[in-house]
């Protein structure tokens, strides 16, 4: 177990350093960052100074740990557009995210088990088509899209819930829909899969014989198997959430790290957009480990292993 | 002969498959006493597993099974509701199954399995649930029996784990042991020992025992009562004595000459084996279904075969011929 | 001796050849037929914007802002209504169809390339290399596609070109997982022992035994990755970061209806479903394909 733990452990840095490379190097994917700060109005001169003033005149290993060294002391820069330290900024906006991202997952298990389970009791029953077909739909739904229509509808046509901000809970609704729904298809699809597995195995077969009830056999037999992969692939998703908040929180104008995120971009703040880049994946990163030893806890045969 | 604990009449057992019926089990009857071990025979697909779970209720959903009457301790299972057959289940009939490896639930103690059982049917507290599947462990021969509660079934060996699926079988003192073949999956030298160890608890226990195998060793030790089953009918039952010693049924004759017999086979000689195609049970079957592979066959095995019996007791056999096998003893080969 | 020929017991159990059979199976798949049939039109539409597009996408008229489409009191002059720039939304959605679907092909054609080989090579060689392929699907998988793909579309500045190549460059990682499990099953079959055996070179085992063999899935993938790209590109461009205007691309048209929605909610409805209509489809035929290649899969 330890020696797992450990091995995972290196790996989930390692991918961490690889990350930190390419999210360093998108600095230089636009040629001159120098250039890009100085604005359309700077001349060669002011140019020149920018990149001396940033230290972009020297190699590019030595800034690479430069930035390395000082990200891991939390310095991660500044921004060019609110010129504040980068990690302030970051960490002022990622409660909303954090928030979003747990309502988000727990909406998404707590529709799509459930809907699983009950598809793969009855299967090719009625609520086993109308799960495949909203999975199928889910996918298929453009969450910006499917956000403007609950704003139009819940916000706008009906009044009953407010369409931007973040000042109270309720105003969290909608967004939780619209960013735990596109995780719910795959959510779905394993868990009904996972039990449909179980179910037809032969240790199902031994809790009937002796005796026990449908609602024992389903839950305590056999759910708790096929909730094992479903928690490894909730982690992953909540790191695909993070990642997709941005849409999100565009769209319901939460001032988030998402829409951090998206204003950086647009503003050319290549600082913070690296720094958010890296942090997200962090959170991928962190979440697929803690789920890597989730998993292993869970699961007797990799315990002892 | 005792007083009879399960009485079977006519049992059928139908599976839909693509394009048809598969009719698995067509009307058979047994009978099994209290304390008695009756012993059903047969090549895989014959329907002995399926038997079994019909027993137990234990056929999945998409499974016709029917019966003319069907009686446990004068319990009627033919109309048996779930919770009639739940209460039954585990407490007072249980069932071994083939897989030690796969029929136990990984993510459970061993422990937590054992009394499972127990608590589910008897008014128990934990504390001594647990000192009866200590004392069940041991019975099975499982030493350092208390510290095994605390195991998964992964820690264990397939041999230990059919160990523990006995003990759990026994739990609740069955009046009903099904044990569908226990040992196939088991490595040889082991498998006498676990048989062994089933039948001496359950006579000490006095259970009756239903046992499913396709090994007629086995069934020679062990059997009070031996049915012999083939493509889904019981070609012949009776005394494991009668049985043996005077098989009537072609089919049952056809198994006997595949075993070697200390002092009887000669060394070298080799050994029966029985040619021809195990029919399609898909549609309907009419008619004897060993005909396919019977060197005595004549025009007649395809109507009615006649139920007729040798003369001695319960023994009964299904065949055209009067005499059965005897035809072939006289008819030179 | 009974005459055996003609005994019911031993009739031959005749059943359809696999031909049949498929065919058989893709007939019977509604999802799969309703996908398909879906798709082809919407790539007709694509293939024949020009003739099907009443007016020119591009063609503005302050005149004719904002006319409501038909069913809600328009005229036929425009069937789908004009936008804020008085463009003919019909003949924009038509040209948009041409911007998703080629967006979709090419990225999961690229994609689809560079997952494969690095897929393959990791499931058929194993050892370094599967772990190199396992690493960078890691670290492919912890970078947040969306913000990377605005970024990176944002510092290249927002193409058609650009937007297919970054997609292209990011969505692999299904196509190499995929792979590579395909792969590592049909590694151990018999068919491709015997093949080394007689000595077959490493290329030609994996072009005549391997792919063959992996392609149903490769199929299934490159469904799932167009649906997956159409919708991104859809996202970006509604962000403002993606295809820029005046290119018809249906996120754009939901993005530039987004500040009218108050008022005339259709701008926004209208180019949302037709994407998710032909995102749809391409699920269904994905799913399909993979019911029908291999019915024991489904899940």
């Given amino acids: ?160 819930l407010p369409p931007s901000g973040a000042s109270s809970p309720v105003h969290f609704i909608m967004p939780t829909i619209v960013l735990g729904y596109y995780a719910m298809p795959a959510i779905m699809r394993l868990t009904r899969a996972g039990m449909l597995d179980v179910l037809s195995s032969d240790y199902i077969r031994t809790a009937r014989a002796k005796g026990a009830s449908e609602g024992r056999v389903l839950f305590k037999h056999a759910l708790r198997n096929a909730i094992i992969p479903v928690v490894s692939l909730a982690a992953v998703q909540m790191g695909f959430m993070l990642g997709g908040s941005i849409v999100v929180e565009s769209i319901f104008a939460l001032h988030g790290a998402g829409y951090l995120a998206w204003e950086s971009i647009a503003r050319n703040d290549l600082p913070t957009v690296q720094a958010l880049i890296l942090v997200f994946s ?17 699961d007797p045969r990799m315990r002892a292993g | 002969m005792g007083d009879t604990l399960l009485t079977v009449r006519g049992l059928t057992i139908n599976i839909p498959v693509g394009g048809g019926t598969l009719h698995a089990v067509r009307g058979i009857d047994f009978d099994v006493d209290r304390g008695e ?92 649930a647990r000192a009866r599947a200590v004392e069940l462990l041991e019975k099975v021969g499982i030493t350092a029996a208390a510290s095994r509660l605390g195991q998964y079934p992964h820690q264990l060996s397939g041999g230990l784990r059919q160990r523990v699926m006995i003990a759990m079988a026994l739990m609740c003192e069955p009046e009903l042991i099904i044990a569908d073949e226990p040992t196939t999956a088991l490595d040889v030298t082991i498998q006498a020992q676990i048989l062994r160890l089933l039948v001496d608890l359950g006579r000490e226990m006095n259970m009756a025992m239903i046992l499913i195998t396709h090994d007629l060793g086995v069934v020679a030790r062990v059997a009070d009562k031996v049915a012999v089953m083939y493509a889904g009918e019981l070609v012949e039952t009776g005394s494991a004595s009668e049985v043996f010693n005077a098989p009537m049924h072609p089919y049952t004759r056809g198994l006997l000459r595949c075993i070697p017999q200390p002092g009887k086979t000669e060394r070298g000689a080799r050994l029966g084996t029985i040619p021809g195609i195990v029919p399609s049970l898909v549609g309907g079957v009419t008619g004897c279904p060993f005909r396919t592979r019977c060197d005595q066959v004549v025009d007649a095995c395809r109507q009615a075969i006649p139920r007729r019996n040798p003369g001695s007791g319960n023994h009964e056999f299904r065949c055209v011929h009067e005499t059965g096998h005897r035809m072939a003893e006289e008819s030179p080969a | ?254 993005s530039e209806g987004k500040n009218m929605m108050l008022f005339e909610p259709w701008m926004v409805m209208i180019p949302g479903v037709v994407l998710f209509v032909l995102v749809l489809a391409i699920n269904l035929m994905g799913d399909g394909l993979r019911d029908v290649t291999a019915p024991e899969n489904r899940s």
């Fill in chain 1, 1 to 160: 177990m330890l020696q797992f733990i450990l091995k995972r452990l290196g790996l989930a840095l390692l991918v961490a350093l690889t990350v930190s490379i390419i999210s360093f190097s998108l600095l230089f994917l636009s040629g001159d960052p120098a250039s890009a700060i100085g604005g359309e109005t700077a001349t060669d001169q002011d140019i020149e100074a920018i990149r001396v003033l940033y230290g972009f005149d020297r190699p590019l290993v030595v800034q690479y740990w430069d930035w390395l060294s000082s990200a891991l002391t939390g310095d991660l820069g500044e921004s060019y557009y609110f010129k504040l330290p980068v990690a302030s900024l970051i960490a002022d906006r990622l409660q909303i995210t954090m928030i979003l991202g747990v309502c988000g997952i727990s909406f998404a298990l707590l529709t799509a088990v459930p809907l699983g389970v009950a598809a793969a009791i009855r299967p090719n029953s009625f609520i086993d088509r109308l799960a495949l077909f909203l999975s199928v739909a889910g996918q298929a739904m453009p969450s910006f899209w499917f956000g403007l229509i609950l704003i139009v509808v819940f916000a706008i046509q009906l009044g009953w």
């Fill in chain 2, 37 to 128: 071990t009756l012993c059903i025979v047969g090549e895989s697909g014959s329907g002995k597993s399926l038997t079994s779970l019909a027993l137990m209720g234990l056929l999945g959903g998409r499974i016709d099974r029917r019966a003319t009457e069907m009686q446990f301790d004068g319990i009627d299972l033919t109309r048996a509701n779930a919770r009639t057959m739940r209460a039954l289940r585990g407490d007072r009939m249980s069932m071994i199954f083939q897989e030690p490896m796969t029929s136990l639930n990984p993510a459970y103690t061993i422990g937590d399995q054992l009394t499972e059982a127990l608590l589910l049917h008897r008014d128990v507290g934990r504390e001594a």
């Fill in chain 3, 1 to 254: 001796m009974a005459d055996m020929a003609t005994d019911p017991l031993l009739a031959d159990i005749t059943g359809p050849t696999p031909g049949q059979m498929l065919r058989k199976r893709i007939f019977g798949h509604q999802g799969l037929l309703i996908g398909a049939v879906v798709l082809g039109v919407l790539v007709l539409v694509a293939i024949f914007a020009p003739w099907l597009a009443p007016h020119d996408p591009y063609a503005q008229s302050l005149m004719a802002r904002m006319q409501p489409p038909v069913f809600l009191g328009g005229s036929w002059e425009h069937p789908l209504g004009t936008d804020h720039l008085g463009r003919d939304y019909l003949s924009r959605l038509i040209y948009g169809a041409r911007v998703s679907l080629l967006i979709g092909t090419v990225a999961a054609l690229i994609s689809g390339v560079i997952g494969t080989a690095m897929g393959v090579a990791a499931g058929y060689f194993g050892g370094r290399v599967d772990a190199v392929v396992t690493f960078l699907i890691n670290v492919r998988l912890a970078m947040p596609v969306v913000l990377v793909a605005l970024a990176v579309v944002a510092i290249m500045g927002g193409s058609l070109q650009v937007v297919i190549v970054v997609l292209g460059l990011l969505l692999w990682d299904r196509f190499a997982v995929v792979m590579r499990s395909s792969t590592l099953q049909v590694r151990g079959r018999e068919y491709v022992a015997a093949a080394r055996a007689v000595g077959c070179s490493t290329p030609r085992i994996l072009m005549s035994e391997i792919m063959p063999n992996i392609v149903n899935n490769l199929i299934v993938v490159v469904t799932l990755e167009m649906a997956h790209a159409i919708l991104l590109e859809a996202a970006l461009s509604f962000l403002g970061l993606g295809v820029q205007p005046p290119t018809p691309s249906w996120g754009l048209m939901v």
């Fill in chain 1, 282 to 298: 962090l959170f991928y990163i962190i979440f697929t480990f803690l789920s890597d030893v989730l998993n292993a806890w869970l």
